[in-house]
């Protein structure tokens, strides 16, 4: 009798285990599927969705198939600790990939530093997330909040801009993008007067009165450092206003705009994104774009693209490490260099920063027939390595 | 500032104001007649702009479906709060005020999700109509023609609020529900029907509100939970209950943003909060609410 009990009481714990079985792996991917982030996070599921469907097509990896946990954090980083600790926890994880925001990012970075599994960043780029919240399992595979705008800096150096207004979303990640846009045209000899600094709050729906304030300053240009859902209600407002027929306006994510936006995407705007399908050579992404096109009848913007590259530069860190275990593949991942739908990307030792490029370039007047939206046109693909933050600073910032 | 950056700036905040003043309205009447705070009224809303972006089958396109949406969703809407009410409110109305305010937070995440099932995570967009798709211009400023016409339909329901509340039997009612609902019931209302076509009307307010925006934002789930801080700020701040404060309110916060950006623009965010605590310390109950 006792032993049954037992044998039965076995059975039920590793029913109830959630962990996945001989031949199963999971992986976590928290994410915003609510709230003002909820195309971020959506968007980036499919991605992560055709990277395991495919993954597990072509044989799963070393033997084992792969199962994506998702949760809910609605960009909120109390949620997103919660949810992810219940992956870590009862899903068992081995590896996180994250997520919608900086804030939400941070915090999974944290805990996945906690359990020592890997963590692939592919959304959310704050630069601290690789110096004052540095560990050593989490990799960033975008140019960051310091890198991406001195990337349009380095762009914009020929314009002699003398007026500067910046607008940009109210939280970590927006006042970083403002400050080191500033710092970049400093640093490229370009001493602008900053004319308005505004940080309308994540989610508005309002910003008719930032935008009758940006024209009443009567900059040379307008650096909005607002992306997804609140860039394109910025856009339809602006447009009303005329602003981008009278001043010179720089946006961000350009992909998901002109995706969003096709013909009414005002003609002549830089733009820039750090994974524009219809503009790269990466083996692979062209056809990853057809795929996506087909299941989802839609085009990628950058967060499927890079969710995508996400799960194939993790599961070649695996297949390098020869195992799941945390600490090896964090080893796998660290200065190594890694093949996917994005191109060759190496994660730097002293901040696991991939020299990811910006790309950077000017709204087309006329609708590509092939795509349905308007691409961009003189592409310039700023070179990483003129934009990284020196592994000196990084490591001076970064917790001992 | 020049002077043609001033009235830009002030028909900026005005437009801001009109949005907001729907929404308020709809709760300060509800609060009002029911004295039930409705955390879901966001909901409506969100469902007023969800519907905007919505294509049906039996709707035109263009400049005709766009006025038919205009008129057809805000109804739908109304029906949606007339179902809430008769079906979940109507039986709490007894309740302590805490299970009230719980039953209608769970209603805002009931609608949440639901509203995630029926258009999904992604956000959607609607197109302005063309007829109201191009700027006005004086001299060498512009300001969009589909945000005068918003703030034209607001003074409309701003208007036909006022008749009704005012100068007809069922405004009379309303009215009476506010100042003293036991002795209106004592006259022989039905006071279950007038609080269904009270709570119908307030959603129907936002379901218009949520119609009317959607060509302007991208319409996503979140924007319930954000209008719902502002619209209860401009409602409390005008009186719980007074659609005249409402009008009023909105027009402050609308105005004090609109400015505040340009001369507080480090604390333009949180600029409506110092408003709202401003007049509360010096009008406890609001500029025209009344201490009960």
């Not at chain 2, 043609?4 to 007649?33: H, K, N």
Request: aromatic fraction near 10%; charged fraction near 15%.
């Amino acid at each position: 009798m006792n032993r049954a009990i037992a044998l039965t009481t076995a059975l039920v714990f590793s029913f109830a285990a959630g962990s996945a079985s001989a031949q199963e792996v999971a992986i976590g991917a928290p994410m915003a599927l609510s709230g003002p982030l909820a195309s971020v996070g959506q968007r980036a599921l499919n991605g992560l969705q055709m990277a395991v469907e495919e993954l597990n097509a072509s044989g799963g990896l070393l033997g084992s198939k792969i199962r994506l946990v998702t949760g809910d954090d609605a960009a909120t980083p109390a949620t997103a600790n919660t949810i992810t600790r219940n992956m870590v926890l009862n899903d068992r994880v081995k590896a996180i990939f994250g997520g919608s925001s900086s804030a939400t990012v941070a915090v999974e970075e944290t805990i996945a530093g906690q359990y020592k599994l890997p963590m692939m960043i592919y959304a959310g780029n704050d630069i601290s997330l690789t110096t004052t919240n540095f560990n050593d399992f989490a990799f960033q595979m975008q140019p960051s909040t310091f890198m991406e705008p001195r990337a349009v800096a380095l762009y914009l150096a020929r314009a002699n801009l003398k007026r500067v207004f910046t607008i940009s979303p109210d939280f970590s990640f927006g006042h970083s993008y403002v400050k080191n846009f500033l710092e970049g045209l400093r640093e490229n000899g370009v001493q602008p007067d900053v004319v308005g600094e505004q940080y309308p709050a994540l989610g508005s729906s309002d910003f008719s009165t930032y935008i009758a304030a940006a024209l009443a300053a009567k900059p040379d240009f307008v650096f909005v450092g607002l992306f997804s859902g609140d860039l394109v209600t910025f856009i339809k407002q602006a447009k009303g206003y005329g602003l981008f027929d009278k001043v010179a306006v720089g946006v961000s994510t350009a992909t998901d705009t002109v995706l969003t936006l096709k013909g009414e995407t005002p003609a002549n705007v830089t733009m820039w994104g750090r994974a524009p399908f219809f503009a790269m050579n990466a083996p692979g992404i062209q056809d990853f774009a057809k795929r996506h096109h087909e299941k989802h009848g839609t085009w990628p913007s950058d967060w499927p693209v890079l969710a995508y590259a996400s799960i194939q530069i993790w599961a070649e860190a695996v297949r390098k490490a020869g195992t799941f275990d945390g600490p090896k593949v964090a080893a796998a991942l660290n200065g190594g260099k890694f093949t996917s739908i994005l191109g060759d990307l190496t994660f730097r030792e002293c901040d696991h920063q991939a020299d990811a490029p910006v790309y950077i370039g000017r709204a087309s007047k006329t609708v590509d027939a092939r795509y349905g939206f308007p691409l961009l046109e003189d592409i310039t693909i700023v070179d990483p390595n003129k934009t990284m933050m020196s592994c000196e600073q990084a490591r001076s910032l970064q917790k001992k | 500032m020049s002077a043609g950056d001033v009235i830009v700036q002030l028909l900026s905040g005005l437009a801001s104001a009109a949005i907001l003043f729907l929404v308020a309205a709809g709760i300060t009447l509800i609060f009002g007649a029911m004295r039930i705070i409705n955390i879901a009224h966001g909901s409506f809303y969100m469902y007023g702009a969800m519907g905007m972006t919505t294509m049906l089958a039996l709707l035109p396109d263009g400049d005709t479906g766009f006025v038919v949406r205009l008129v057809t969703i805000p109804i739908l809407v109304a029906l949606l709060g007339a179902a809430t009410e008769v079906l979940i409110l109507r039986r709490i109305y007894n309740r302590e005020h805490l299970a009230q305010l719980l039953a209608t937070f769970a209603l805002f995440y009931i609608f949440a999700d639901l509203a995630r099932q029926i258009w999904g995570s992604d956000y959607r967009t609607a197109s302005i109509p063309g007829a109201l798709a191009g700027p006005v211009t004086f001299g060498s400023y512009t300001f969009p023609l589909y945000s005068l016409f918003i703030i034209g339909v607001a003074l409309a329901v701003g208007l036909a609020l006022f008749v009704l509340l005012r100068l007809t039997l069922f405004g009379w009612r309303v009215r009476a529900a506010v100042e003293d609902p036991e002795l209106l019931a004592s006259t022989g209302t039905n006071v279950m029907v007038l609080s269904t076509a009270v709570f119908a009307l307030g959603a129907g307010l936002a379901g218009l509100a949520g119609a009317v925006v959607a060509p302007l934002i991208t319409v996503t789930s979140g924007m319930d939970a954000n209008i719902l801080v502002a619209a209860f700020i401009v409602a409390i701040l005008g009186g719980l209950g007074s659609i005249g404060g409402a009008v009023l309110g909105a027009v402050i916060i609308g105005l004090f943003q609109a400015f505040g950006v340009i001369w507080f623009p480090k604390w333009s965010s949180v600029i409506i909060y110092f408003v709202l605590i401003m007049v509360l310390v010096l009008r406890p109950a609001g500029l025209f609410g009344r201490v009960e």
